[in-house]
């Protein structure tokens, strides 16, 4: 039986930068299906399942995480600490694409468990190179990728 296809889960208040990522996916031509939450509680939620986000079929756990750094409610280092705390998502790469490219949030997201830190691009262009770089990560380690794409 084939796996499905993980879901991307961006974490962004801004609607221009959740614009921005679909229209990078496009460019990219990458696959995966884009999951989109606009606070860091709503964030908590999904990952755990909780509330509207309580059926896995509709809203399966991601094999990547996109959070940006200054989100209402709670805080993008917050939601990093408690995704590293949670057993279950112990594999999930959580990337940091934010737009403070300060020395001290770099060092804070590398402590807390990010896998990487981006500052955001100014474009869609710029963020499919990121996919693009992704995908040759994935398929140097192994045959399989997470990132499904149009040939």
């Known amino acids: 039986m084939k ?7 961006l974490v962004e ?5 959740v614009f921005i990522m679909q229209r990078a996916l496009r460019v990219g ?18 990952l755990s399942g909780q509330d ?9 756990l991601p094999f990547i995480i996109f959070l940006d750094l200054k989100l209402p409610y709670v ?35 590398y402590a807390l468990g990010a896998r990487s830190y981006l500052v955001k691009p100014p ?7 990121i996919f693009e770089s992704l995908q040759s990560h994935w398929l140097s380690k ?4 997470p990132i499904a794409s149009i040939s």
């Open 3 to 9: 796996e499905a296809v993980r879901p991307i889960l």
């Open 52 to 60: 509207k986000y309580a059926d896995r079929d509709q809203y399966p």
């Open 142 to 145: 192994s045959n399989v990728t």
């Open 75 to 109: 805080s993008g280092f917050d939601v990093l600490s408690w995704i590293r705390q949670q057993a279950a998502l112990e594999d999930v790469v959580v990337v940091v694409l934010t737009s403070s490219g300060e020395r001290r949030d770099q060092d804070q997201a």
């Open 13 to 17: 208040d801004n609607q221009d930068d």
């Open 29 to 46: 031509k990458i696959t995966n299906p884009l999951q989109v939450v606009m606070d860091g509680r709503e964030a908590i939620s999904y």
């Open 123 to 129: 474009n869609a262009e710029g963020l499919s190179g």
